[in-house]
C-alpha cells in the first residue's frame, strides 16, 4: 500500500516484544536477515526471568513488526545473551533470531558508528506503560559517559521522553541516517531532566562479534 512504501527506514526495522501474558514490554530492531537486536533485560522481564541471569534462555521470544505487519506475531530464538552486569561496558544485550520469517516490508536498519554525533537530533519509537500502540519521542544525543553509553536528551517540554517501555528500541540519528545505538535506560530519580542513555553502535557490533 502506498503507506508501506512512505516508512522510514527506523520503521521498517522496529520490534515490538510481547511478554507470555500479551503485555509489550520493549523493543528491539532488524540488524540483518533475521537478527535482530534489543536489551537483555526487555527479553528477561519478557520471559519471567532475572535479568542478571549467565545462561542463554531456551524459551521463544514473541514478537512483531508494529508499523509494518502490527498483528503479525512472530518467534524468535536467542543467540546472543550479555546479562545485566554494571561492571561491564557490554552489558545488557541481546541477539535474537528469527524463526519464522520477516514481513515483506521488513529491512534491516544501518547502524552507524563513531563520536560525531553530539548535538545531532534523533527519533524514536517506543511503548511506555499503558501505550501498546507506540509513541514517537525526539531530542538530542550528546556524548558519552564513563561506561561508553551515549547521554541522549528530549529539550522540548511537551511530548514524550524516553522512559521505560522504550528499552531495546533503535535510536535514529536524522543527520547521520542511522541507528547510533539502542535506549537502555532513563534516569528515574530525576524524570523532569528528560535524559536517557543509548548503548552505542560500536559497542553492541563489538559485543557480537565476539
Known amino acids: 500500500t ?42 528477561a522481564d519478557a520471559l519471567g526471568i532475572k535479568r542478571t541471569a549467565t545462561e542463554i534462555p531456551t524459551d521463544e521470544v514473541i514478537l512483531d513488526f508494529p508499523r509494518v505487519a502490527p498483528r503479525q506475531r512472530l518467534r524468535a530464538r ?11 561496558e557490554d552489558e545488557d544485550i541481546a541477539g535474537l533470531e528469527l524463526i519464522d520469517s ?4 521488513a529491512q534491516p536498519a544501518r547502524l552507524v558508528t563513531g563520536d560525531n554525533f553530539s548535538e545531532h537530533e534523533f527519533e524514536a519509537f517506543g511503548f511506555p506503560e499503558g501505550n501498546h500502540n507506540g509513541t514517537w519521542a525526539f531530542g538530542v544525543l550528546r556524548k558519552r559517559i564513563a561506561n561508553g553509553r551515549i547521554q541522549i536528551e528530549d529539550i522540548k517540554q511537551p511530548g514524550y521522553r524516553l522512559e521505560p517501555g522504550f528499552s531495546g528500541t533503535p535510536v535514529w540519528d536524522k543527520k547521520l541516517e542511522g541507528i547510533v545505538g539502542i535506549a537502555v535506560s532513563a534516569d528515574p530519580k530525576r524524570p523532569e531532566a528528560k535524559v536517557a542513555f543509548i548503548i552505542p553502535a560500536d ?3 563489538k559485543a557480537w562479534v565476539q
Open 2 to 43: 502506498k503507506e508501506l512504501k512512505m516508512l522510514t527506514p527506523l520503521e521498517r526495522a522496529v520490534v515490538r516484544i510481547y511478554s507470555k501474558t500479551g503485555r509489550v514490554g520493549g523493543a528491539g530492531f532488524l540488524v540483518f536477515q533475521r537478527y535482530i537486536l534489543t536489551c537483555t533485560h526487555v527479553v
Open 78 to 88: 536467542i543467540v546472543f545473551w550479555q546479562p545485566v552486569d554494571p561492571s561491564r
Open 102 to 105: 520477516p514481513p515483506d516490508e
Open 203 to 205: 559497542i553492541l557490533t
